[in-house]
């Protein structure tokens, strides 16, 4: 195998990513991811956790100030990532190492869970990752943006400009866990909510700020709460923004066996 996986483009695009950028909007956004793991992960004891793609450390940092796991350590591509999570001094936080994307430095099965939150999207080889963590960890979290929409591939710019290389819905993240054979032990969809949106619109768009975009947002909102509320599961999925999954690791590639 070769000691260069991660493309040289997407290595460098990482690198200084985190250089005093959007730290209140990570916050932010960080803040609903952090809950969403430990949502799916109620009614269970995780010890020794590791979060892969830990960016400039956010989640982790919700994570340690709820004092949610007694010990947590971080693996990230983006040196500027590694940078701003050691400043960051958190408690609980054992250790903050930079990797190459692919390779985890830990023993086989000595992580109890991995944590891995809005980072398949950005993965070259997603499979290859996902062997990995399972070789380390026997459940894993895992949270992607649910970006599939029919034409998306008239928005490529735009998605490629947040690193998005991989798209999904919960259903096609299902099938690509299962067939890694992770079982699917509890999930959730998200939306983004109205706090996050008046955010994106009012401070990173810089529009306007009026009582017309606030009331549309937070009605917008509510009509898809209502619409999920009385609707199956296909039509619930459909609005979703993100998924959330925990997975337990219950064997192999599921692929050319009889059953």
Known sequence: MATEIVSADVKNAYDEFYLGRDEQWRMLGARYKANNIIEV??????KKVLEVGAGDGSILRHLSEWNTFPEMHALEISQSGVDQIKKLELKNLSSVTIFDGYHIPFKDNEIDLVILSHVLEHVEFERMLLREIKRVSKFLIIEVPCDYRYGVDK?????LNYGHINMYTPSSLRFLVQSEGYQVLSDKISMIEPEVSKFNAFINQKKPRS?????????????????ISISGKKRQESFANAYTALLRNQGDLDIFKLH
């Open 211 to 227: 009582i017309f975009t606030t009331l549309r947002i937070d009605l917008e909102f509510l009509l898809k709460k209502i619409t």
């Open 41 to 46: 992960s109620k009614g269970h004891d995780f």
């Open 155 to 159: 928005r490529m710019k735009h998605f």
